[in-house]
């Protein structure tokens, strides 16, 4: 179904949410925005209470009587759906979060690319723990530019034509990099950037994997998924997360850093 105003939703309806319908009934008792929410199967399980309400001009829906609110109806269902482990989990992110920021050796890495499939590096920055810069270039992929990936980063052909190649800034790279607790965002992306580049390279595997095992990789998507906390039943884990950045290098590095410290400090906030 299309959602309509919260305003102009009747007293049962039903809403598909990754691929599984759940139900919403409102209370006999009242005609204000509050709907128990039910998984529609044979179980009918009761999920929760959400309650539709404004804040700023902005459309929000809380669950139950708490302060969590979330900006989508969908993303309400996904936060009624989580598993009972989800606390403990949250925790375990927490721990995880101190311990990266704790690490003096931390780098915060982004890489900007020529696109999203087998894609050249366009851009490379790193940032100590502080988000002092401490490596950003840009990179000429010797590779045309995706003009999709243009209108993310806004590098065009043109910004690196002139630029160092990933191979003549390797060594400062390397200086930079190595034996690092090298911290990303879709580390697996990023990772194989390098990868590709290595081999380009050195037009050989072995030194392209001696070369990535001097870092140490790691990857904050999955940890941020875990600590928003919003369960997908399609895939059976906690929904991906954007990171929200601007798509620069260096202000991704940061952004980086900065959902980390979220991560570490309190627990989601209530306004999402």
Known sequence: MTLAQPSELGD?????????????????????????????????????????????????????????????????????RRPASWPRERSQVQDWARRVLADESLLSVDVETTGLGDAWAVQVAATDRAGTVVFNEYVNPLADIDPKAVALHKITPERVAGAATFAELLPELTEVMAGRRCLFYNMSFDRGVFERELKRHHGADAPAAQ??????????????????????????????????????????????LSRVEQMAAVPPPPHR
Do not use: I, N
Not at 44 to 65: I, K, N, Y
């Open 12 to 80: 049962l309806f039903t809403l598909e949410v990754d691929e599984r319908p759940v139900q919403f009934v409102r209370p006999l008792d009242t005609d204000r925005p509050d709907w128990g929410v039910y998984d529609d199967t044979t179980a009918r399980q009761f999920l929760g209470m959400v309650h539709s309400e404004l804040s700023d001009g902005a459309q929000l829906w809380r669950l139950g009587a708490t302060a969590e609110r979330h900006g989508t109806l969908d993303d309400a269902v996904r936060a009624l």
């Open 211 to 256: 070369w990535l095992d001097r870092c140490r990789w790691e990857d904050a998507m999955e940890p941020y998924a875990v600590w928003k906390g919003l369960w997908s039943v399609k895939r059976g884990r906690y929904r991906a997360q954007k990171l929200g950045g601007p798509h620069d290098a260096v202000a991704d590095c940061r952004m980086l």
